[in-house]
């Protein structure tokens, strides 16, 4: 089918208010703003402390910025912690059996991962220089000192992924950097993550500088408070995360072919527009950008952009995440299922599962959703299937067990945990779920292999211990699919509710309109996807922010403190639609 272009931003941002000359680029500029920050203090001896998120190059910000301040003393503070050997016993509880996805949420704090003998060894090497610049870099670098300027080296963990796969950067404290990606992204998501962002999150209010080193050779350097203004500014207006492109074993050409993306990869299976923890958020000083990761967004205004009663909920946690899957020219998705909360909060140790939906945005002639198991499946049989074809034998005959549904454009699936499900090919679907998005039970692949070569992990016995069989096809048409209700409507506007399932905490509601068409955040985050219609301008009814325009498939984020805004078609009186994500109120 033939493809049609957008004007879909692959790098949106936030103007910083009066940034302009708050930001540098260059490792020479950065060393003249901070030449001119410790000639300002004028003392006799200054300590710069550089803490880091894990995988920030260290050395190459210990060589840089030695080689151009001239430090009378310079310290790696990765010199104080426990040995690897040591770290990987005191991770090993979190990061469970060797399966490559799954582990536990870990509740370690960073400074657990250093010797505290070795910690005052450090401190007492401040202490004893006399005069001249003290420069401490890397992650935990406050465990060493408060420091007379304090600057903070993030990194997003997209880029941080990247670095894992080309075997650039380990994890934290440990001496495996040619171990399989896979398996360090694991560690990271369950252990070193969260560590530094517990660590970093306490320390936004305090940075008076932030090191932008998610592009190597490109450093650039932006004022604290210009940060915090940026975040502010970001948390009282609609915005768009920086979103990412990634190839999958199903993947299609869509994204690629509509987005206008780098044809060198063979395709793009998941588009990532609204993953908070691992997406950026650029922010614009002037002609400059400086990138963050998103999630310092959630950590410095939880209360502005989440709405007390979810941040009381969720904590520093997003729990909306919308992303594209693209199937047009691919293959099935695995055919999987996601845990049930009672066995996600015993194994993994979270709060809440993935319940998700589908929203179809673009779909083919033989486009399909598989969705729920047929009428009288009888459960071992499948269960003898799904084993016998993970062994090679014959491949699992997914029709036989599972309904297959067609799907058209604007088609709603709704899934809740438990479900048996996977998109079929030649479609493109927003997937609207929660957040815990690592938590899939692949029950079967369809006998390919990942892009690595290798077999696709399958999760069968996980998965037989949370699939719901009672969820047949009657119960599935009458309950997923959908399920759009009439809930309110005006002049050139209506609105339906289309989900999701009543066990789900996300409500989602979809907008068709050709004229403006009110909208209110209720005192929570809402997150849109414009799923029809070549653009539309979002704006305040009492000018407190800039109109805003988004443009076909895109994703964007109202925080709860925006209330009152409206939509309307970049062209007037052109036919657009929203589709709508917020978090429920909780029932007495």
Not at 138 to 158: H, M, N, T
Not at 243 to 249: G, V
Not at 530 to 552: N, R, T
């Amino acid at each position: 089918m033939k493809r049609r272009k957008c004007d879909y931003d692959p790098a949106p941002f936030v103007d910083v208010p009066d940034g302009a000359g708050a930001c540098v680029a260059g490792w020479i500029a950065i060393a003249e703003r901070l030449q001119g920050a410790i000639a300002r203090l004028g003392r006799a001896k200054t300590v710069l402390v550089v803490d880091c998120y894990c995988g920030v190059d260290v050395d190459l910000i210990l060589r840089e910025l030695s080689a151009r301040l001239r430090p009378a003393c310079s310290l790696p503070v990765r010199d104080a912690l426990l040995s690897p050997n040591e770290i990987d016993a005191l991770v090993a509880p979190d990061l469970g059996d060797p399966d490559p996805l799954f582990g536990r949420l870990t509740r370690l704090e960073l400074p657990q991962f250093f010797d505290p003998a070795k910690l005052s060894c450090l401190r007492r090497q401040v202490e004893e220089v006399p005069h001249g610049l003290v420069l401490i870099v890397g992650c935990g670098a406050r465990l060493v000192a408060e420091g007379d300027i304090f600057i903070y080296a993030d990194l997003a963990r997209w880029e941080a992924q990247l670095r894992q796969r080309r075997g650039a950067i380990g994890n934290l404290g440990a001496a495996n950097l040619h171990l399989a990606a896979p398996l360090k992204y694991k560690r990271a998501y369950f252990i070193d993550w969260r560590v530094c962002d517990r660590w970093k999150a306490p320390l936004i209010r305090s940075w008076d500088y932030v090191l932008d080193t998610n592009r190597t050779g490109d450093p650039v350097l932006a004022d604290g408070a210009g940060i915090r203004r940026g975040l502010a500014k970001a948390a009282q207006r609609p915005f768009r995360v920086v979103p990412f492109f990634d190839p999958a074993p199903w993947g299609g050409q869509w994204l690629k072919e509509t987005f206008g993306l780098d044809p060198g990869p063979s395709n793009y299976g998941w588009g990532f527009d609204c993953v908070p923890e691992e997406n950026s958020l650029l922010l614009g000083f002037g002609p400059l950008r400086c990138e963050l990761p998103a999630i310092d967004l959630v950590f410095d205004q939880p209360q502005a952009l989440l709405g007390e009663r979810i941040q009381e909920r969720f904590g520093s946690e997003f729990p909306i995440r919308f992303d594209l899957l693209d199937t047009m020219g691919g293959g099935n998705l695995s055919f999987q299922v996601h845990p049930l909360r009672e066995f996600i909060r015993q194994a993994f140790g979270l709060n809440y599962t993935q319940d998700e939906s589908y929203y179809v945005i673009e779909a083919g002639p033989d486009a399909a959703v598989y969705l729920g198991l047929r009428e009288g499946v009888n459960p071992p049989s499948m269960m003898r299937a799904l084993r016998a074809a993970k062994a090679g034998g014959q491949a699992f005959p997914a029709a036989d067990f599972a309904m297959r549904w067609p799907a058209k454009k604007h088609d709603h699936f709704l899934i809740p945990a438990g479900t048996v499900h996977c998109s079929g090919a030649d479609a493109v679907v927003l997937e609207i779920s929660a957040t815990p998005y690592i938590f899939t039970f692949k029950l079967w692949d369809w006998g390919r292999m990942g892009l690595d070569g290798k077999p696709r992990p399958l999760n069968l016995d996980r998965g037989e211990a949370n699939i719901r069989w009672e969820r047949t096809a009657e119960w599935t048409r009458s309950k997923l699919i959908n399920r759009a209700e009439p809930c309110g409507s005006g002049p050139g506007w209506r609105e339906e509710r289309t989900g999701l399932h009543e066990g789900q905490f996300i409500e989602t509601r979809r907008h068709w309109f050709t004229e403006s068409v009110p909208h209110d955040t209720g005192a929570g985050v809402n997150v849109l996807n414009l799923v029809e219609g070549e653009g539309a301008i979002v704006e305040s009814p009492d000018g407190a922010f800039a109109p805003f325009e988004v443009h076909y498939a895109e994703t964007f984020i109202v925080p709860a403190a925006v209330g009152s805004y409206t939509l309307r078609p970049l062209q007037p009186g052109k036919a657009c639609a929203t589709i709508k994500a917020y978090v429920r109120e909780l029932e007495c």
